[in-house]
């Protein structure tokens, strides 16, 4: 079905597919479910490098020799995709907010290493900064791909497309239906990829995304619009609305990147129980509502319920001491 479309191998696939028997015990069920895309295994791990197998593959089709993209000082995406860009000989090029810190951290160190140029927004608009690289590098001579933000493009979603015809096959093979799947959703590519591959995939349960910075109201509109301009990628004439697509902004907290207790509790619950490393900004918000809905029984104790992983593992590294709340 993606047959025309460039893919760049990046990503060790598929990845695991693991129940949490301690966790789901400590929450008196439902029987939950992991799906470790922490694990692709490009830099730290993480859902961009799905996006990025994509995103590379239509920059190399259309001869590109350097991949620009933007996020925050701690982008999970900004790291993955200097990872991809080391991978194949490409120049990378990274805008990213506030300005350089006194000492590198998480995912700094990961975009150092790799070699990406970092380019310091300071408060002005990151896609026009991204703009002005971009125009920047084609006056120097390179030839740059630019994405923006997460990589939430139709290409990179295409990418979640495919994982949930992934999910489909693991989940066959198990003999297990899931009921629902919850996950960090953001810049929307990962929740529209997903929604796409479930109407493909004929999957039947929820899938819930838990948001990280936005209304759920705003959130839904950004991703029924995604999902329908990925459908048309792939050749489909399906369009989403917002109505069908599932959204949470309950876990909002002090905002993107603001470490409350909800968070911190989430990160000590998964890795007590199930040994699970979460990040504070991204999966453990996204955990701190599957433990908030488990807890008064929003989910039958039958259900099955699929944590997906995004991963942001190195940004643990940069936000120890807020985490463990000292
Ligand atoms: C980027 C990111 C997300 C959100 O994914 P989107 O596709 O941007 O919505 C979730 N978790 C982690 C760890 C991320 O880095």
Redesign the pocket.
Known sequence: MFAALPRARLAHLPTPLAPLPRLSAALGGPRLWVKRDDLTGLAAG???TRKLEFLVGAALAQGADMLLTAGAAQS??CAQTAAAAARHGLRCGLVLRGTPPAALSGNLILDTLYGAELIWAGDRPREAVLAEAEAAARAAGHRPYAFPI?G?TPVGATGYVLAMAELAEQSAALGVTFDRIVF????????AGLVVGASLTGFAGQVLGVS?DHGAGELQAHVADLATRTARLLGRADTYAPAHVSANSDYLGGGYAVIGDAEREALRLFAQTDGLVL?PV??GRAAAALIGLARPGAFAPTENVLFWH???TAALYAYGAETLGN
Do not use: C
Request: net charge neutral; no cysteine.
């Open positions: 993480g859902n961009k999970n995406h997460g939430s960090a959703s953001s810049s929307g590519g990962t929740h990280i990040d991204y999966t995004t991963g942001g």
